[in-house]
């Protein structure tokens, strides 16, 4: 299946808002009706192309294998202003990054036939602080997340209390020897240089979103199983409410760094650490977050 990656923009809190848009180039117009949309937000100093390129263009594969159409936006001066309350560009002007989410949702509703009922979110390190606040801000506009390389800040932490009423099924992914953002909490920086604060733990993180669920029995940790059964050893997984609609679930991948772990492209593993052959985000997002599409 061949997909087309095109420029877009739409006008979002008095802003020129800009994005790359990926679909199939399927010839059969009729099958377009009620389309997921797949929204992935970049990290620090990305764009959406960048991003897309760094991942491997794993994401596509949710265009290439399904009719989903894949968003990736841009941020303002390649910054987001999500859960962090800290002074980057963003921020600091008062960027409406929720509002330019829920502009582009509707946008796409209009010319792409995507539901509401099947929006999904992914961002990745700077990216997965934008959908943290998503899922505290606009949660019932929420089919599904998944948060790679991210934590929560714990300024953020104290401020939002849980609220089971806006249930969202969650993923995590994440590396024990990120050196950007600690799989054990504290103070996230590039290297210890433009520090962004306080941030909890990789594990805190995704009980806290269980808490958020409402799902209160303990977790489960087991060792990774692909589709076909088989053992990654690499990655273990924590559940939270496996046996519920919105589970949250922590994927922990020993050894890995701040990546996106793909089959395409590993980029610069001695400044982002290792990422892991053994696990590709997009399967796991679509196997666990677009169940119906895959």
Known sequence: MIVRALPGALEAGGLTRTYVQVS???????????????????????????????????????????????????????????????????????????????????????????VQERVYVIGFSLGGQMVMRLLHEVPKRLAGAAIISSTLPAAYWSQTPPSADTAVPVLLFHGTADPLAPYDGGVVSVRGLFPRGLHRSAEETAAYYAARNGITAPPVTEPLHH???????????????????????????????????????????????RSCPDLVCADLIGRHLLPATR
């Open 24 to 114: 199939a180039d399927r010839r059969d117009r009729s099958a377009r009706s009620g389309r997921p949309l797949v929204v992935v937000f970049h990290g620090t100093g990305q764009t959406g192309r960048s991003v897309r390129r760094f991942s491997g263009r794993s994401f596509d594969t949710f265009a290439a294998g399904t009719d989903a159409v894949v968003v990736y936006p841009d941020g303002y001066r390649r910054d987001w202003n999500g859960a962090r309350d800290i002074g980057t560009p963003a921020r600091r002007r008062g960027i409406d990054d929720v509002g330019f989410f829920t502009d582009l949702v509707e946008a796409m509703a209009t010319t792409h036939a995507t």
């Open 227 to 273: 589709a076909d059964g088989s053992e990654v050893t690499t990655v273990t997984t924590t559940t939270y409410g496996g046996d519920s609609t919105t589970p949250v679930t922590l994927f922990t991948v020993h050894g890995g760094g701040h990546q996106i772990p793909n089959p395409a492209h590993t980029p610069m593993p001695w400044f982002w650490g």
